[in-house]
């Protein structure tokens, strides 16, 4: 059967397994078919409130059932989701409204003063509706589903119609929102199940952390649905529930982002007294890996596999690959990997003027595949920079390929240090940081330096109760890579921002430490800047 609606993939199972579990989140269990009645009342209501194809939904919603009630409800009728995430402030709340043309916010009632905030501001161009009653907008979203039909509503099947705006923030600038078509949210679920495995059992039972909201989640989502698996929805890290979760569950495959996360999972205390025994797959992604992180995750799930993978919202599709006990144990090059092309995706590493680079030289990864965005909505100049003849997505990614095509990412393109004319790339020393017994997480980034243009910083976190020097941090830094990569300057922090993919607010933190030292006339005759400790300039 050839798929127009990304619904499709859901509805299917509900015909194949309507009595089966679709989802779970706390005390709350579906079926596929009571899944998908919900679904359809959800979709009737917006119907009767007028949304139309092409409109646009916006959703506000931490993890939940709800959340994915509405994302399938605005596939069906052919109308475009607009995902929030919902620790946005309410200037930036209003920002994305406005940049999506969204004529409709469903959002949760503890986000009500957010919303009332920005809802004058935009009286007669977006409607709001709440998750709870409330004195401006009347009933809340359930009292107006009681009233619903859960038949199925008539389907818009249109596959380059759009079905998502997914904003993305990148490194700087404002928000990007990428154009997500039926046909590639398809084709990018499908290379998903492939890549991973999932569609092989629809038995697996699936715990996802990450922010649903997110292309991750997202993803993730969509890919348990559509092989008729089972998902196991947790709306905020806990150790002890997700361990609880797993045993009780026995729960298939495992979902946390970044990778550090299993740490935190696996330092709980108590995390022997769990049966993990069922967990068959362990994934992660948004952010470099260790032989520690691997070794700790084969040491307590004792059946599984770990996936780790490579993606932007814009590209869809990524990379993936499975890290062996043996990668870990032998510390083997590859475990630096990010891994090869999903299926249905393409990959090359190019120079500045656009040519192929052989292995080992690094450069910019172009993608190709049918999974990439549209481009950018109403932004066509940048849509313009990041297209290149033929389909190529410019990924901003430094990376570097071996002869067996398995990808190493080096670093973004705008957080290339360069030192002392020499090019640093700051995820390569972030994982030898990372390495170090001391540190919990870090980044690394050039800050200005008179004598050597760019110096490299890094800014950590420590584990408990542990100390690390700059001394003893550079000294673990040459076992691993050249001299002149090794931070120069350091300092520490108690805990980093996260975004809603879970990974660190990186160009937050560095752009303070760049304006701290570029006004502070200490640091260009070698003296300490405040706060931050300084490294000899000289190359040993």
């Known amino acids: 059967m050839f798929y127009e609606n990304v619904s499709q993939l859901l509805m299917v199972n509900v ?10 989140h706390g005390d709350i269990r579906l079926t596929y078919k009571e899944f998908n009645g919900r679904i359809n009342r959800m979709a009737h209501m917006l119907l009767e409130m007028g949304v139309r194809p092409g409109d646009k939904v916006a959703s506000m919603f931490p993890n939940g059932i709800m959340l994915l ?7 069906k009728i052919g109308a475009v989701i607009v995902p929030l995430n919902f620790r946005l402030v309410s200037r930036e709340i209003q920002y994305l409204l406005e940049a999506s043309d969204a004529s409709l916010l469903l959002f949760d009632g503890q986000f009500l003063g957010h919303v009332r905030e920005i809802a004058p501001a935009l009286w007669g161009r977006v409607a709001f509706l709440c998750s709870r009653e409330t004195k401006e907008w009347g009933t809340s979203i359930g009292d107006r589903l009681e009233a619903c039909s859960d038949l199925e509503p008539a389907l818009e099947p249109d596959g380059e119609a759009l079905s998502r705006i997914q904003f993305t923030g990148g490194s700087t600038g404002l928000p990007k929102g990428a154009m997500r078509t039926h046909s590639a949210d398809i084709c990018e679920t499908i290379g998903v199940m492939n890549s991973n495995m999932m569609g092989a059992d629809p038995d697996h039972v699936v715990l996802v952390q990450c922010p649903l909201e997110h292309h991750g989640g997202h993803s993730w989502y969509m890919s348990v649905f559509a092989s008729g698996a089972t998902l196991v929805i947790c709306d905020v890290f806990d150790p002890e529930t997700i361990l609880r979760l797993i045993e009780g569950e026995r729960v298939t495959y495992l979902m946390l982002l970044p990778p550090s996360t299993y740490l935190r999972l696996l330092d709980c205390p108590g995390v022997e007294r769990f049966d993990l025994s069922s967990v068959k797959l362990v994934q992660s992604a948004a952010g470099c890996t260790t032989p520690e992180i691997v070794e700790k995750i084969y040491g307590a799930f004792p059946n599984c596999v770990m996936n780790y993978g490579w993606g932007q919202t ?10 062996t006990r043996q990668m870990a144990a032998e510390n083997l090059p590859r475990i630096k990997s990010v891994g090869r092309p999903m299926p249905f995706l393409e990959a090359r590493v190019v120079d ?6 052989p292995p080992g030289q690094v450069g910019e990864c172009l993608v190709k595949s049918p999974a990439v965005m549209k481009g950018y909505y109403r932004q066509p100049e940048l849509t313009a920079r990041v297209f290149e003849d033929g389909g190529w997505l410019r990924t901003g990614d430094m990376m570097w390929k071996d002869e067996d095509g398995y990808l190493y990412l080096m670093s973004r393109k705008k957080d290339m240090i360069k030192s002392g004319g020499e090019n640093v790339f700051a995820q390569e020393v972030e994982g030898v940081i990372k390495r170090h017994p001391s540190v919990q997480e870090c980044i690394v980034f050039g800050v200005p330096e008179r004598t050597m243009g760019e110096a490299v910083m890094a800014v950590v976190s420590l584990r408990p109760g542990k100390t690390v020097t700059l001394q003893e941090l550079q000294d673990h830094c040459k076992n691993y890579i050249s001299s002149y990569k090794k931070p120069r300057y350091l300092d520490f922090i108690d805990r980093f921002d996260m975004d809603d993919a879970g990974k660190i ?6 752009e303070r430490y760049r304006l701290k030292l570029r006004n502070e006339k200490r640091a260009a005759k070698g003296l300490t800047p405040v706060g931050v400790t300084p490294a000899c300039v000289e190359e040993e």
């Open 15 to 24: 015909r194949r397994y309507p009595g089966k579990a679709a989802v779970v």
């Open 352 to 357: 500045e003027d656009g040519r192929e680079l």
């Open 314 to 323: 814009e590209s869809g599709l990524g990379t993936s690959m499975v890290m």
């Open 69 to 75: 009630e509405i994302y399938y409800a605005v596939q």
């Open 505 to 510: 607010r990186k160009s937050r933190v560095a």
